[in-house]
């Protein structure tokens, strides 16, 4: 139990349309970051938060997109959903930005394009 | 740009026996971090075991140890005592010791699917 919740964790949309993943990141973490998964695959880095502000950002277009509360809970948003946006969504949150810091993932949401 | 490989697609081990899953990585950095995943069914992915570049001495937790080659840019897990518990798939995944921007991301590998015999 990492204390990371993610909702919802599962989904199935239709192509071109939007939508929104929710994290709860644990207790004190100020960091939030995004990775999308695809079946038979390692994770890759969508974007991180820290403190409200994107702090950095992978190979992903401008159509996902995310937010930062001020408790820390984040959303991922992917807009004009493509087919090859399914997959699962990892949220991961640490504390602060030292980058020892151990990161905890939360069970993923599977996006299902259809 | 940094890359993690994984050259075991699939493993298998009998419970109660030792296991090695292998990793090489390739960067040209001299601080960062590596780290050991399990993603078990339930998908959410679980720290094993983590090293830091900087420290020539061997990371252990319980039945995990790895063995950190920093010149062979090699980081391999080892299982001891397999259990049945431990059959997941394990990613090995790397971290640059710089802290600006997109460096605090992990690059992962393809990952390697570990069964365990009873």
């Known amino acids: 139990e990492t204390g990371v919740t993610q909702s919802p964790t599962h989904l199935i949309k239709t192509r071109g349309q939007q939508v929104t993943l929710r994290c709860s990141s644990q207790?004190?973490?100020?960091?939030v970051s995004w990775y999308q998964q695809a079946l038979g695959q390692g994770p890759q880095f969508i974007f991180q938060?820290?403190?409200?502000?994107?702090?950095g950002r992978g190979n992903f277009p401008p159509r996902f997109s995310g937010l930062q509360f001020p408790n820390y809970s984040s959303e991922l948003n992917v807009n004009a959903l493509e087919l090859d946006d399914s997959a699962l969504y990892l949220c991961a949150s640490s504390s602060g930005q030292v980058l020892g810091n151990t990161i905890y993932f939360g069970e993923g949401s599977w996006l299902t394009v259809v | 740009a940094q890359t993690v490989t994984q050259s075991q697609p699939e493993m298998s081990v009998q419970e109660a026996e030792t296991v090695t899953l292998s990793c090489t990585y390739d960067t040209s950095e001299s601080d960062y971090y590596l780290f050991w995943y399990k993603q078990p069914p339930s998908r959410q992915m679980i720290l094993v075991i983590r090293?830091?570049?900087?420290k020539q001495q061997n990371a252990t937790e319980n039945r995990f140890s790895v063995n950190f080659q920093k010149a062979a840019k090699s980081f391999s897990l080892k299982i001891s005592d397999s259990q049945l518990g431990d059959a997941a798939m394990y990613f090995c995944a790397y971290r640059s010791g710089l802290s600006a921007g997109n460096n605090r991301k992990l690059i992962w590998g393809l990952g390697t699917s570990l069964a365990v015999n009873p």
């Open positions: 207790s004190g973490h100020n960091t």
């Open positions: 090293q830091e570049a900087y």
């Open positions: 938060y820290y403190r409200e502000e994107e702090n």
